[in-house]
Nanobody
Framework: VQLQASGGGLVQDGGSLRLSCAAS????????MAWFRQAPGKEREFVGG???????TYADSVKGRFTISRDNDKKMVYLQMNSLKPEDTAVYYC????????????????????WGQGTQVTVSS
């Protein structure tokens, strides 16, 4: 499985961005997908995830502002980010739970086996 994240950039406080994650491999629809982020000097943290059937879960810090969706036919996962804040500045990674094939996205890094290369999001104040 290979993941390719894109869509990052520089945006002003209150702005929006949409990140995309393209996946390779078969049976994409079977897998739980997630987004994580890592700010300089901080640990990688869970942003949100989406189940095979489209059920989503989010970190409290982004709930109500970020939305995850997936298009199984295109093997894509998206992260729509609205009302961005400077504290959202980080490298954003998409990840897939391939080995354990859990039914729901969890917030722990260990659940995910393959990771994209990351895309930088910078929110200016």
């Amino acid at each position: 499985v290979q993941l390719q994240a894109s869509g990052g950039g520089l945006v002003q406080d209150g702005g929006s961005l949409r990140l995309s994650c393209a996946a390779s491999g078969q049976m994409f629809s079977r897998y739980v997908m997630a987004w994580f982020r890592q700010a300089p000097g901080k640990e990688r943290e869970f942003v949100g995830g989406i189940s095979r059937g489209g059920t989503t879960t989010y970190a409290d810090s982004v709930k109500g502002r970020f939305t995850i969706s997936r298009d199984n036919d295109k093997k894509m996962v998206y992260l729509q980010m609205n009302s961005l804040k400077p504290e959202d500045t980080a490298v954003y990674y998409c990840a897939v739970d391939w080995a354990t094939q859990s039914t729901m996205p969890g917030s722990t890094i260990d659940q995910y086996d393959y990771w994209g290369q990351g895309t930088q999001v910078t929110v200016s104040s």
